[in-house]
């Protein structure tokens, strides 16, 4: 990589500024993945300058991927998504979005539990007391407190996430830390996605053999062979037909599986 391709200062600056607009942009398939690509253009640039154009297409659309985390602490993931790119071959670029989506999880969780529900309450009530004693003062103290934290852990989060991430990357063992880092990424990819199957897809039968507290329920008959059987093939099927597809028919399918859903139980065979 030559001198020009490296990665800068005033790249990782043009980030932080991007990442101000995190928010801006969300949609229910893959949330702030548009944004976060977006925040990462300038790095992208610099990288892809002399590739072609089908690595730089490759580039963006593996950021196109499903993200979600907290938009203060997302700049420290992508700072170390940057180091990875930088520092990684074509061929190990899996491992580059194995490791961002593995940080989203856990920094969204610190990101709510110290930001959402400690520091932005403390700043609101401060800014709220000064408020009901007819202070105008009172939203710009809110508004100031919350960025006079908010700005400089952006800012030395893409810093940091970058130079921690390198630093790692570029050490004698480098490549076996990404190795089982990659690794962890991807068992708890996993982990999450099984979660996820069982917390958030609900598909119950409500076909029942006989009346009165006699009737065999299938539902319970297939829990106490398979809990969750059927939000698990509901889910195998619409991955199938995704790759199947290339995930060109995801809008029409959300719509048949709604329309069936609403057909299905109104003749009472699921509830």
Known sequence: MTNENKITKKDLNKMFWRCQMIQFSHNYERMQSLSTLFALTPVLSRLYKDKSEEERINAQKRHLEFFNSHPVLIPFILGVTTALEETTAE??????IAVKTSLMGPLAGLGDSLLNFTWFPIAGSIGASFAVQGNFIGPFLMFLMINALYFPLKYYGIHLGYQKGKDILTSENGKKILDRITTSANVLGVMVAGALITST?????????????DAIKVQEMLDKVLPNLLPLLLTLLCLYLMKKWNGKHVVAMIFVIIGLAILLSYFGIIV
């Open 91 to 96: 061929d190990e670029k899996e491992s580059v």
């Open 201 to 213: 897809v609900k598909l119950n039968l409500g076909l029942q053999f006989g009346k009165g507290d």
